[in-house]
């Protein structure tokens, strides 16, 4: 096993800069997701910590080896992707030790490199079968099992769920957290999907244009991110986010909206006076309030079992509420909800950065 460096990591095609000076310290033994929208440039770095495209500028550290220069085939990582690419015409167990074989590893080390993945794996009944004979699932649990015979530094994991159905995309989230808990091996994983990222991850990297948003753990992003897009971004439902300006009289704070509604701050806001501010509360920090509340009309009303969804009007402004207890809410109707003041974030409309009080 091994650390990650990543040090003013650039890529350029041609002109065109698609990744600007990236810096990540990924300790060994840390699964780290890399997430944000299409075209951020997450896959583009993960695939140059591979080898499997060069750097414009910058120095990639697996360990304390510099590997700028280091094909991918010597770099000691193994990678996964969302196409299986297993071989149709070899058996599991054939797939599974195709590249020690290719290593010119000897018959009962890749015997038992194999015996080893497949228990770890739940595969061991299934080795005799041929990749037709497979679930979508199984298919990708061997496609990560050819990754762990070759027992390498670093894994990446690159979107490796994206073919599979919801329902088996949970599964395999969880497989995936218990095989890193087992193996302990340092894991870069790509997504697009801000569920598996705040499932997975011991720490998330939230990345956008080719720059890093923000580094921190699952709970760090979430109840504290540093601007607009990571607030917006990281939860489900998204957060709500209400444009306004700022006011401060003696010891009151609290942001006017163009539409006329006066929305509560807590004593520790940051920023000044008459700033123009974006204010942001999540969906399940609404409470039901009294005619004190903020006046809402119920729009449309989602019950899932667990909780339910509530999307409104405020002023002219949709938002949405989650609610564990049992309500009898009606589209039409009018409510009050109160947003938890400890919960509130405040972002500058400007530049987008939260304001810390």
Not at 102 to 129: F, K, N, P, W
Not at 158 to 176: F, G, H, Y
Not at 268 to 283: C, H, K, S
Not at 291 to 307: I, K, N, Q, W
């Amino acid at each position: 096993m091994a650390s990650v460096s990543v040090e003013a990591v650039r890529k350029r095609y041609g002109a065109l800069e698609v990744v600007h000076g990236i810096d990540i310290v990924i300790p060994d033994g840390e699964f780290v997701v890399l997430v944000g929208p299409s075209g951020c440039g997450k896959s583009t770095l993960l695939r140059m910590i591979a080898g499997l495209e060069e750097i414009s500028g910058g120095i990639i550290r697996i360990g304390e080896r510099v590997v700028n220069e280091v094909p991918s085939k010597d770099r000691d990582i193994a990678m996964v992707f969302q196409n299986y690419a297993l071989y149709p015409h070899m058996t599991v167990r054939e797939n599974m030790g195709f590249s020690l074989k290719l290593r010119g590893a000897g018959t009962s080390v890749i015997v038992e490199q194999v015996r080893r993945a497949a228990e770890i794996l739940s595969l061991s009944s299934l080795l005799d079968r041929y990749p037709k004979q497979l679930s979508g699932g199984q298919r990708q649990r061997v496609a990560m099992g050819r990754a762990i015979v070759r027992n390498p530094q670093v894994f990446l994991f690159d979107e490796p769920l994206s073919n599979l159905d919801a329902k088996l995309r949970v599964q395999m989230r969880t497989e995936i957290k218990a095989l890193h808990q087992k193996l302990k091996t340092t894991s870069i994983y790509v997504t697009h999907d801000q569920i598996e990222a705040m499932t997975m991850a011991d720490r998330i990297v939230v990345m956008h244009d080719g720059i890093v948003e923000q580094v921190g753990t699952p709970l760090d992003l979430y109840d504290r991110p540093a601007n607009l897009f990571v607030a917006g971004f990281i939860g489900s439902p998204a957060i709500n986010l209400l444009r306004g300006t700022l006011r401060r009289d003696g010891g009151r704070n609290w942001v006017a909206t163009d539409a006329g509604i006066d929305l509560p701050l807590g004593g520790n806001a940051g920023g000044q006076d008459g700033q123009a501010v974006v204010y942001g509360f999540r969906p399940e920090h609404l409470a039901l309030g009294n005619d004190g509340g903020l006046p809402v009309r119920v729009d449309v009303v989602e019950p899932t079992g667990a909780s339910t969804f509530v999307y409104a009007d405020l002023s002219g402004a949709q938002i949405c509420g989650v609610f564990t207890e049992r309500h009898g809410f009606h589209p039409g109707e009018t409510m009050h909800l109160m947003p938890q003041l400890d919960r509130v974030h405040l972002f500058d409309a400007g530049t987008g950065h939260r304001l810390v009080g």
